[in-house]
């Protein structure tokens, strides 16, 4: 019988209960193990042609940054098992010392996918049935992505859709701010604030634009 509590998925999955109580919480586990979680998922898109594409997609809890591991038709367990060899040479490249995935109970997630993760030094955390919010930070992601990009791109076929979530990948990581990480970037830090009020009259902003106008960035002139 699967796990349907929190403190049955918290042991379920070998995380000890917080010292100073008797059991722990989701909330608590997502925020005492920020800078070792990643979360995962797949979503679906269809293009002009009627083709569906699923993309997988990855984000780190503590800075936000998000990984587009790929997209496919037809994700098949070889595909998916690829995709997470290809994730670990990403973060060992980075240094990033995940020590957890979240991610549902999808049937597309084969066990070679877990494996391959733990033979990383990553465990995986399932979500509990038809419990999103347990993977909170994906699912936002997700709507974020649909909001700001699909919901307002005609997707012609997979290259296309390709490029579109890789210069929102971009965008996402090294330009949007984000107010769970005090209004920073995943790969920027804020810049110094200007007190001099002769600095703030020569200030000049440029905005470049990505996807024929789509996005805007926003960032002071050389």
């Known amino acids: 019988m699967a796990a349907s509590t929190v403190w049955e998925i918290l042991k379920e999955a070998g995380i000890p209960p917080a010292p100073e109580r008797t059991s722990s919480t989701w909330a608590n586990f997502l925020r005492s193990q920020a800078d070792a979680l990643l979360a995962c998922d797949f979503f679906e898109m269809a293009t002009l042609s009627g083709a569906r594409l699923y993309v997988l997609a990855v984000i780190e809890h503590a800075n936000r940054r998000i990984r587009i591991l790929g997209m496919t038709a037809h994700p098949t367990a070889s595909w998916v098992a690829q995709a997470a060899r290809n994730l670990v040479m990403?973060?060992?490249?980075?240094?990033?010392?995940?020590?957890?995935?979240?991610?549902?109970?999808?049937?597309?997630?084969?066990?070679?996918?877990?494996?391959?993760?733990?033979?990383?030094?990553?465990?995986?955390?399932?979500?509990?049935?038809?419990?999103?919010?347990?993977?909170?930070?994906?699912?936002?992601?997700?709507?974020?992505?649909?909001?700001?990009?699909?919901?307002?791109?005609?997707?012609?076929?997979?290259?296309?859709?390709?490029?579109?979530?890789?210069?929102?990948?971009?965008?996402?990581?090294?330009h949007r701010p984000h107010q769970g990480i005090a209004n920073a970037r995943p790969l920027r830090a804020l810049p110094a604030p200007i007190d001099d009020p002769e600095q703030i009259a020569r200030i000049d902003i440029r905005r470049n634009d990505r996807l024929g106008g789509l996005l805007h960035e926003y960032q002071h002139a050389a």
């Open 90 to 174: 990403d973060l060992e490249d980075a240094g990033c010392r995940a020590r957890y995935m979240i991610r549902d109970r999808d049937g597309k997630f084969p066990e070679l996918f877990d494996a391959v993760l733990a033979d990383a030094g990553i465990q995986v955390v399932l979500s509990g049935v038809r419990m999103p919010r347990m993977n909170s930070l994906m699912e936002r992601w997700v709507q974020t992505c649909r909001r700001e990009l699909l919901d307002r791109t005609l997707i012609w076929d997979q290259r296309h859709l390709l490029h579109a979530l890789r210069e929102f990948e971009t965008f996402y990581n090294q």
